[in-house]
């Protein structure tokens, strides 16, 4: 008799999601981790003594109803944000602020960023519908589409065109055709470019990464949020995940990476472990990178040789390095951006490189200069931090290209100063507590390190 029924590699939200329905079903289910923790990129972690941080998503996308209705989503506690994000290109341009309430959003746009602006973002809204229903986003309990399923989506020759785009176009295509002045509208054409591109090895002019500004831009209904924030952070949800798991019966082992996915006869046999140990099963899901799995945990032997070929062009390396401060004091902006004071408008502020600059620095990584994003997860969150202390977090876009290594750069901590100090000239006051900075990324396959061109920074205070 087999060890278990099932067994999960990977313990990120949908390794733990593909858990929990199997043991819910009512098979005796193992989920293993190579990780000291679940969740992945859905984490929400104590780096420092005295606070959590979420160590790389920090919202929730919107989610088909069905999936949050089965897996409960939709019974997470939110955090009501008038401001969701602030976007800036930091040249003295107005912000752009993304309010929750759409038609304050609207009005926003239309008040400062004038009518061009607001006709550009409902073309792209419009313009993703039909991508939406060509991934099937929302869909649930069904595969992936094929071409000619993709093109049956389109009801009219603009939603065919809007395939095309999905398929074959470049972020930087769509955003010319609706947002056309790169002056006016640099931080909303910016915010759109990193949106798309950020955890991919592309660039916003790369073919085919307009899939991914789609994918982004995709809602539901008209009446869905485009985010949520989760109370506890982004951590909640897997949390909430691995409750669902661990009460159905399953059983999540960490540190337990797999090194062979075995095969008998043709059929799948069990694992074995990093250690040599064996554990026997008859179905594998594997819920991590598909290049990983296909290339280095099944026998070449088992797999036709055109099945691997095409799992080798897939470059799944990493793209941003991750710093997180801790701050003596909450910094102060300056003119001529006095109103990110506000405390409402620092959940989160992004200064942003526009999509030139971003396929620029993509294309030459190793001498780009990084765009900070700011944000403030315990303005909204005081229980996730301690009393006296404030938190900073950089994020920089673009790894080292030419490298596939897992190392930390070794000018790592000469870059957090640089990093730093680009911070305090925008906002004097951001200082970093001596000898309390860290650096990491999310666990991903092949992850990568280097001069990036997105800086992300996350400033808190509590009462």
Known sequence: MADYDAIVIGAGHNGLAASALLARAGMRTLCLEAGRYAGGMASTVELFDGYRFEIAGSLQFPTSAVVSAELGLDTLPTIDLEVMSVSLRGVGDAPVVYYSDPMKMLAHLGEV???????????????SLAPTRALGRFDAGRGPRSLDEMYACAATESERAAIDDLLFGSVSDVLDRYLP????????????????????????????????LAYGLAVPDENAMLMKKLAGGIGALTEHLQALFTAAGGELRLRSAVERICVDSGRISGVTLADGTSITAPVVVSAIAADTTVTELVDPEVLPAEVRERFTHVDHRGSYLQMHFALDGAPVFEAPYEMLNDPEMQAAIGLFSTPEELQQQWQDARRASCRPIRRSPSRSRPHTIRRWLRRGNTRPRRSRCGSRSNSPHPDTERRRRRWAGASSRRSPGWHPISNAGSSGTPPSPRATWGPCSALRVATTATA
Do not use: I
Request: aromatic share 6%; glycine share 14%; proline share 4%.
């Open 181 to 212: 002045d790169r002056d006016k509208h640099g931080a909303l054409r910016g915010m759109l470019a990193f949106l798309a591109v950020n955890t991919t090895y592309r660039g916003p002019e790369t073919p085919g990464s307009a899939a991914a």
């Open 113 to 127: 960023h004038g009518a061009d602006a607001v006709a550009g973002m409902a073309g792209l809204m419009a313009w």
